[in-house]
């Protein structure tokens, strides 16, 4: 296994970094606060060639809502990422039909990587994850218990899991417990060097990759 | 008790209209699709003026990305709503101090006006809402029980009520439940007249308060 990473742009790089990360990474992961500072038309010219382009809103709202968000967002994003406990009706269910008729992955996120986040609501989130049939799930590198158990609930999606670097796990921690991508954000853009961040990253992670395959789910 | 009403604007309206409607209104409710459609600064001019600016994008994220959010929106809002489920530590706590130092009002959501939303998740919310102390709560129009629950956990806190016009509720039933302002969005943005239709909300909801007033909660 490759270890396969998605770069959160939560602030703009220099377009020149990130042609070059673009060539290192899965993935680009846009979330709301680039979206706020440089726009949605600029935002598109800076991920321009880029194969997966994730806007992570963390979409949680209505229906109409969540699919006006995504009309206003204008074909940049490949994939969005909601909260599997904003539920089907009225929500999720009217957010997947809008995403198909665009060509648009949907990605439910059904655990978060910081403390706070109480995983009571796991199974709960995962029966509306299995109900509605996202392309993908997004579950935290911080609790790799967390990420087995979506694993174990979804074999065959595509996992992506946040958390590594600034927030606490180790590159790799999240693939060994079943994630085909991770999503490191602060660690590379607040580094001088973007590219070499993201190279040590991998490097790290494809040894840690070593030593977890074949006990890994 | 008078009707007030927060005007969600999902969709731009004309400046004349905003400012007719700031005469007629509460405060106005600020989606992520228009700030995505027209940007900060033009949402920011088309506002000008309002007492209450609630900047809805609710709020679902880790602290870094919830804080780094609301910078973006560069002194826009006079608060702003998040979601009550995303916990404390690592999260909300950090969103909270951050927000008091901008003196920015957090309004967490505890429970929502769709039919998908699992109000069994409503306690944990409230918990949650009690140890982080925002300056308002908001839960739905469309299932006054849960509303009156939440009046009965905050007593005095402001609360914000979505549901209202296309949702299904009928105006007054979430000020009757005990909400402080109910928000209404499509009903009065889709309208030929948006004015009028506030109006005319405004008059429906208070022949409905004079009925349930002494009994509300």
Redesign the interface.
Known sequence: MRPNYAVAL??PLSPEVVEELRGEAWGVKI???L???V??ANTRELVRGWENVICD?????????MV??V???GGLCGGVIA?A?????????GLKRSLEENKVSLYLLVS???????D??LE?ALKVAEAVDPEGLVGPATRPWVLRRVREAFPHKLILSPGVG??GASPGDGLCAGADVEIVG?TIYTSPDPVEALRKIKTYAQEKLMSCEGTAP
């Open positions: 939560d602030v979330g709301i606060p979206l706020l500072r726009g949605v809103l963390k979409l949680a709202d209505v229906e109409s809502t006006s968000t009309e206003a967002l909260h406990l904003v539920g089907r009706d009225g929500a999720l269910d978060m990587s910081h403390k706070g986040w109480d009571s609501t709960a600034a927030q602060r």
